[in-house]
T-cell receptor, first 113, second 116 residues
Framework: GDSVTQMEGPVTLSEEAFLTINCTYT??????LFWYVQYPGEGLQLLLK?????DKGSNKGFEATYRKETTSFHLEKGSVQVSDSAVYFC????????????FGQGTTLQVKP | EAGVTQFPSHSVIEKGQTVTLRCDPI?????LYWYRRVMGKEIKFLLH????????ESGMPNNRFLAERTGGTYSTLKVQPAELEDSGVYFC??????????????FGPGTRLTVT
């Protein structure tokens, strides 16, 4: 069945460092891909998404490109801030109509001043 | 507009007891989803309502879990009797558009359940 694999955390970076969180997926058909973020004490928020191959999702300085040839959707940010400290989840929604999301295990990011 | 709300935010119960979690979706959202994250692992789908009907309950772990959605509004998830492995964070999400599932899912803050 469909699945998502994320790099293990936690990831600890200094402020202004470059961030990459790897995400690969296995799916039939043409899934949509998402990154969700959970800040401390809050619910999951959609960070960005891409619905077809070669689409680039972007938001708040974060980017991810839907790469069908490598089945990847890596999250990147050029310069992280302390406020980016959170748990990041990669997810896919299959090409069926139910809308259910399949998540990776989450990557905790801690940014130090 | 109010977001998705969940109650309680925290619940600690003993093995064998019953717990009921509640989710209030965003008003007008036909789709309602339950998910669970156990011990730092991935968030797993439990079930999906379209209005008051169960569209997909393939993720429900066993018959100790019972979900309902009264009148297509709020939903409850009952665990009876609770076991240690049921501990985790239970998330609820809702979205518009009953039949395509294509709209963004908005998540609640989750209920942290601890079974001792």
């Amino acid at each position: 069945g469909d699945s998502v694999t994320q790099m293990e955390g936690p990831v600890t970076l200094s402020e202004e460092a470059f961030l990459t969180i790897n995400c690969t997926y296995t799916a039939t058909g043409y899934p949509s891909l998402f990154w969700y973020v959970q800040y401390p004490g809050e619910g999951l928020q959609l960070l960005l998404k891409a619905t077809k191959a070669d689409d680039k999702g972007s938001n708040k300085g974060f980017e991810a490109t839907y790469r069908k040839e490598t089945t990847s959707f890596h999250l990147e940010k050029g310069s992280v801030q302390v406020s980016d400290s959170a748990v990041y989840f990669c997810a896919l929604r299959g090409s069926g109509n139910t809308g259910k999301l399949i998540f990776g295990q989450g990557t905790t990011l801690q940014v130090k001043p | 507009e109010a977001g998705v709300t969940q109650f309680p935010s925290h619940s600690v119960i003993e093995k064998g007891q019953t717990v009921t979690l509640r989710c209030d979706p965003i008003s007008g959202h036909d789709n309602l989803y339950w998910y669970r994250r156990v011990m730092g692992k991935e968030i797993k789908f439990l079930l999906h309502f379209v209005k008051e009907s169960k569209q997909d309950e393939s993720g429900m772990p066993n018959n100790r879990f019972l979900a309902e959605r009264t009148g297509g509004t709020y939903s409850t998830l009952k665990v009876q009797p609770a076991e240690l492995e049921d501990s985790g964070v239970y998330f609820c999400a809702s979205s518009q558009n009953a039949w395509t599932g294509a709209y963004e899912q908005y998540f609640g803050p989750g209920t942290r359940l601890t079974v001792t």
